[in-house]
């Protein structure tokens, strides 16, 4: 059974950075992409940008300045770094597995990120 | 900006047929496979259904999926209450080199 478990702070500053990882529990780590979602209170998903095992990455352009994914193989597991936050980063963050074939199969359980001064 | 265009809103009484579009264009939809998720009140989306009309192990018979030119949709038949939920669409934009989400559904069971 594969389980995605996510954590990071919650509340940060404008300007601060924020920071989540993400903990692979289950299946082949080095067969899939590793993706991050967002989802800002009451609107949709946007895709944040992923990351394999070479460390391979593909991000959204409009997050790409502010965005670095990174990942640890020797603890399945891979992160998510957001420079220079705003309100408008506030959001329900998640980590998923992207298979090629079937899509964002397994999902974290979120994390709320609220931006504040 | 390439964008996956729902409507926003969809409903009908239980045990009606309820279908949802997701429209986009040659770079996405058109080239590569539609998947749809499913989002619970609360929860962390869901794959429903993927490779434009697959369905994942446990996802019922009632979610229908399909994809012509730059155009999908989901039709879920035989509506029940539990269906009420948030709908999008997802596929790979070649020219953004992106996953694109759908502007989302909200289906409400009458």
């Known amino acids: 059974q594969v389980q995605l478990q996510q954590w990071g702070a919650g509340l940060l500053k404008p300007s601060e950075t924020l920071s989540l990882t993400c903990a692979v529990y289950?299946?082949?780590?080095?067969?899939?992409?590793w993706s991050w979602i967002r989802q800002p209170p009451g609107r949709g998903l946007e895709w944040i940008g992923e990351?394999?095992?070479?460390?391979?990455?593909n991000y959204n352009p409009s997050l790409k300045s502010r965005v670095t994914l990174s990942v640890d193989t020797s603890k399945n597991q891979f992160s998510l770094t957001l420079n220079s936050v705003t309100a408008a980063d506030t959001a329900v963050y998640y980590c998923?597995?992207?298979?090629?074939?079937?899509?964002?199969?397994?999902w974290g359980q979120g994390t709320l990120v609220t931006v504040s001064s | 900006q390439s964008v996956l265009t729902q409507p926003p809103s969809a409903s009908g009484p239980p045990g009606q047929r309820v279908t949802i579009s997701c429209s986009g264009n040659?770079?996405?939809?058109?080239?590569?496979?539609v998947n749809w998720y499913q989002q619970l009140p609360g929860t962390a989306p869901k794959l429903l259904i993927y490779?434009?009309?697959q369905r994942p192990s446990g996802v019922p018979d009632r979610f229908s999926g399909s994809k012509s030119g730059t155009s999908a949709s989901l039709a879920v038949s035989g509506l029940q209450s539990e269906d009420e939920a948030d709908y999008y669409c997802?596929?790979?934009?070649?020219?953004?080199?992106?996953?694109?989400f759908g502007t989302g559904t909200k289906v409400t069971v009458l």
């Open positions: 998923a597995r992207n298979d090629i074939l079937t899509g964002l199969g397994y």
């Open positions: 289950g299946g082949s780590f080095r067969t899939y992409y």
């Open positions: 990351i394999n095992h070479r460390r391979s990455t």
């Open positions: 040659s770079s996405n939809i058109g080239s590569n496979s």
């Open positions: 490779t434009n009309n």
């Open positions: 997802a596929a790979w934009d070649d020219s953004l080199n992106g996953y694109l």
